[in-house]
């Protein structure tokens, strides 16, 4: 089988693609991504190895480019990680998000409706939801929970959630969509919460904390996410989402103060910072449908998780030291454009 992997040189896809190589090593995986600030070729080296893997840069609302792969590769699955995925950099330029996170996914699915797969599978975010009341900790999402977004990068994957629907009702194009909460692991950009705490405090510079740290999120190691979206998209009823929560409940306080005594660093370098413009409160995901269906249970307690993660910051402190200093975006030039001028 043939699976096209979209922005699997970013965090949650390239997980996702070291686990299908491991767990179906007959498997072909296309990886197609186009190498935004966000996206690293370094971290697909290992895959790269592989003979069963490919990676090929390109945008995917490029219709004619997307169209061409297609032509190529005839997928059997198409998994769609690609996104503009960060809220603060939605706020200041929301029209990216757009193009990427809609239109991207429409000339997806048209490919995959112009040369027919078995499966087109949507990632989202349980950030298309809202947020909860912290003073309801009874409360959580469900798949029924209705859509109710607070930014432009939230709304812009409800957007692509609601296209993927409609192109199962109008099209019968067979879909899943998963919506999951918040990651961590290996190989996660450094501008995000966990990583960017760790390398601050490996620097012992201050910590940015936005407001009180009161905002709670569900966190999931990312092994378990991957596992989750291969049972969907395999087994998944078509047509239907499926939400995939950790039961990993913590503030943003909690998650920085468990880092610093991690790494033995004082909880002074703590420094709170003026919270961003409708800042969601509390995520919390019901996982039900998934287990009950599929069976999937996250296997990561937080501590354990928590614990493996600083320790591969550790050991790969030159993969985000190059992501910090830019040097990152060279690798794409000295793997590919550079061997082709020689």
């Not at 040369?115 to 989202?124: A, K, L, N």
């Not at 900790?137 to 209705?146: A, G, K, N, S, V």
């Not at 812009?156 to 067979?174: E, F, N, Q």
């Amino acid at each position: 089988m043939t699976i096209i992997v979209t922005g699997g040189a970013g965090f949650i896809g390239s997980n996702f693609i070291y686990y299908e190589l491991e767990k179906y090593p007959e498997d072909r995986i296309v990886c197609l991504d186009k190498l935004t600030y966000a996206g690293n070729l370094a971290t697909l080296e290992d895959a790269m190895k592989n003979p069963q893997f490919r990676f090929v840069k390109g945008d995917i609302a490029d219709k004619d480019f997307v169209e061409k792969l297609f032509e190529e590769e005839h997928p059997d699955i198409v998994v769609n990680f690609a996104a503009e995925s960060h809220v603060d950099r939605s706020i200041e330029d929301p029209g990216i998000f757009l193009q990427t996170n809609i239109i991207g996914t429409q000339v997806l699915m048209d490919a995959c409706r112009k040369y027919g797969i078995t499966r087109y599978h949507q990632v989202s975010t349980d950030e298309v939801y809202g947020d909860l009341p912290l003073d309801r900790p009874d409360l959580f999402f469900t798949e029924e929970t209705p859509i109710h977004t607070s930014s432009p990068y939230s709304s812009s994957k409800a957007g692509a959630d609601l296209l993927v629907l409609a192109y199962y009702r109008t099209y019968g194009l067979p879909v899943t969509i998963t919506r999951c909460s918040n990651n961590y692991g290996p190989y996660q950009f450094p501008e995000k919460l966990i990583p960017l705490m760790i390398s601050r405090a490996l620097a012992e510079q201050s910590l940015p904390v936005y407001g009180k740290g009161e905002n709670v999120r569900d966190w999931l190691y990312v092994r378990d996410h991957c596992i989750a979206v291969d049972l969907v998209m395999r087994k998944g009823r078509v047509g239907e989402v499926y939400n995939i929560g950790g039961h990993n409940e913590k503030t943003n306080l909690e998650v920085v103060k468990i880092i610093l005594k991690q790494l033995n660093k004082p909880e002074s370098l703590i420094t709170y910072v003026t919270d961003r413009p409708g800042h969601d409160m509390r995520y919390a995901i019901d996982p039900t449908k998934i287990y009950k269906e599929l069976g999937w249970l996250p296997e990561t307690k937080f501590e354990d998780g928590i614990r493996k993660t600083i320790d591969w910051y550790l050991s790969h402190e030159s993969w985000w030291q190059n992501i910090i200093s830019g040097e990152y975006r060279n690798y794409f030039e000295k793997m590919y454009v550079e061997k082709d001028r020689a």
